[in-house]
Each structure stands twice: as C-alpha cells, then as structure tokens.
Nanobody
Framework: QVQLVESGGGLVQAGGSLRLSCAAAGGTFSAYNMGWFRQAPGKERGIVAAINWGGDNTYYADSVKGRFTISRTNAKNTVYLQMNNLKPEDTAVYYC????????????????WGQGTQVTVSS
C-alpha cells in the first residue's frame, strides 16, 4: 500500500506559478498511475491531470491545458504538477492519487489519496 504526501501549495496572485509535489512511500511507485485532482468549496472533486506509470501518457482537463504540466520522477518516487498562469478559479484543495491497473481519469477508480494541499489564487 502506498502513502502519498502533497506539498507546494500556497497563496499566489493571478498569473503566478506554483509547483506541487507528491511524494510516495511504500509499494512500487513505478507501478502506479498517478493523478492530480482538485476540489473547491461546494464542488465535486475533479481531475486536473493524470500520468501513466511510465510517464509517456498524460491527460489534462480542458481548463488547465497549456498552463499545467504533470510529470514524474520514478527514481525519486515523486509526481509533480507545475502550474503556470494561475487564475482565481484554480483555487482549490489539490490532491494526488495513485492506482495500479488501467489508466483512468475517474476519481472513484483511485484507491490511494494524499491529504491534500491548499492552493489559493488571488485576483
């Protein structure tokens, strides 16, 4: 079983950048497909980006395409989310999640979750 810990959240002005990290412990990190999700107050948790175990297949929500980049370093058991040109509507708690098996963008298919990190974008 893998444990996930996110870091890198914070308060930033619109147009700024943040880099989120998610460190994994336990299990074989390179076997996991990884996803970043976010949840704003009063809204459902939704996919932001996902990356397959090998790092050669990625997915982005339409709202973040061209601004966010997901990547992973299997040797460091870490997945990243580089967020550029942040907008107030990006404000949310960001979670990383892990799953084995087929590649997926559905939150319900991910059994392992971090505790989340708050991202707040001021206008």
């Amino acid at each position: 079983q893998v444990q996930l810990v996110e870091s890198g959240g914070g308060l930033v002005q619109a147009g700024g950048s943040l880099r989120l990290s998610c460190a994994a412990a336990g299990g074989t990190f390179s076997a996991y497909n990884m996803g970043w999700f976010r949840q704003a107050p009063g809204k459902e948790r939704g996919i932001v980006a996902a990356i397959n175990w090998g790092g050669d297949n990625t997915y982005y929500a339409d709202s973040v395409k061209g601004r966010f980049t997901i990547s992973r370093t299997n040797a460091k058991n870490t997945v990243y989310l580089q967020m550029n040109n942040l907008k107030p509507e990006d404000t949310a708690v960001y979670y990383c999640a892990a799953k084995v098996g087929y590649y997926s963008t559905a939150a319900t298919t991910y059994p392992y979750w971090g505790q989340g990190t708050q991202v707040t974008v001021s206008s």
